[in-house]
């Protein structure tokens, strides 16, 4: 989700985020694909997931930081884990492990 400048600036002087906005529509309305974890990086600050998950013969590659929720249940993303994939039907690029 790209905005211009002054997108960005109304946002932020309205007191929005647009990006926790399209991730919070991304939960409740993506599409749900099958996904399988392939590594993970823990460092101190954050845990970062590697994945991979197909869409109209298509095979998307990501990333994403875990939430404290999903580090909790951080024996459901091992190497290997299939992992359920939220992602926009308009843009298959842009996706997140629930």
């Known amino acids: 989700m790209r905005l211009n400048w ?18 919070a529509w991304l939960i409740q ?3 749900i694909a099958e996904g399988r974890i392939l590594d993970f990086n823990h460092d101190d600050s954050m845990t970062t997931i590697f994945f991979r998950y197909n869409v109209a013969n298509v095979d998307y590659e990501t990333s994403q930081k875990l939430t404290p929720e999903q580090i909790k249940r951080a024996h459901q993303y091992i190497p290997g884990a299939i992992v359920s994939v939220r992602y926009d039907p308009k843009n298959p690029g842009s996706s997140l492990v629930t």
Request: net charge positive; hydrophobic share 40%.
């Open 29 to 31: 309305f993506g599409r």
């Open 6 to 23: 002054f997108n960005r600036l109304i946002y932020k002087l309205r007191g929005r985020d647009p990006m926790a906005e399209y991730l």
